[in-house]
Each structure stands twice: as C-alpha cells, then as structure tokens.
C-alpha cells in the first residue's frame, strides 16, 4: 500500500509556472506508476499526464502537451508536475494517483490517491 500527499499548489498568474510534488510512502514506491489528475468545480476529474514506473516514459493529454513535465525521483520517493505557460483553465484542484505495472489515463483504473492541491491562475 502506498499513501501520497501532494504541495506545491498556490495562485499564479497566467502565463507563470509552479512546480507541484508529490510524495509517497512505502518501500516499493518504484512499483508504481504515478498519475496527475485535476478536478475543476462543475467538472469531471480529468487526466493530466502520467510516469511509468522508472520514469522512463509518460504521456500526456493533449491540453497540457509542450506544457507540462512530469519527472520522478525514486530515491525520494517523489513525482514531480513542472507546469509552464499556465492558463486560466488550468485553475483546478490537482490530484497524483498510483497504480501498479501499467500506465493508464483512466482514474478509476488508479488504486491510491492523494487529497490534492489548489492550483489557480489568475487572468
């Protein structure tokens, strides 16, 4: 089992960036993969982008794309989301999630979930 608490969060102008993290508890954090997920009020959770494993590959949607990086530190047992160039739209409460062997975009596919963190931009 795994327990992720996420920081980083705050306000922001458009066009600024911020850095969220997320850390992990438990031996086998290299076992997971790790998904960012957001939630803005009114809508649906959605997928933000997510890391394999050894933090060989991620993938990402496409709103983000060019935008967004997401990095892992096992030895720390942290996931990181460098957000550049944010928007308005991005404002939303960003959610890391982990699950075991496979990437996925899907959350109910995501076994472990952090509370979260606020994160919004300002016009």
């Known amino acids: 089992q795994v327990q992720l608490v996420e920081s980083g969060g705050g306000l922001v102008q458009a066009g600024g960036s911020l850095r969220l993290s997320c850390l992990a508890s438990?031996?086998?954090?290299?076992?997971?993969?790790v998904g960012w997920f957001r939630q803005a009020p009114g809508k649906e959770r959605e997928f933000v982008g997510a890391?394999?494993?050894?933090?060989?590959?991620?993938y990402y949607a496409d709103s983000v794309k060019g935008r967004f990086t997401i990095s892992r530190d096992n030895a720390k047992n942290t996931v990181y989301l460098q957000m550049n160039s944010l928007k308005p739209e991005d404002t939303a409460l960003y959610y890391c999630?982990?699950?075991?062997?496979?990437?996925?975009?899907?959350?109910?596919?995501?076994?472990?979930w952090g509370q979260g963190t606020q994160v919004t931009v300002s016009s």
């Open positions: 438990g031996r086998t954090f290299s076992s997971y993969v």
């Open positions: 890391i394999q494993r050894t933090g060989g590959s991620t």
């Open positions: 999630a982990a699950k075991e062997v496979w990437l996925a975009i899907t959350s109910s596919r995501y076994d472990y």
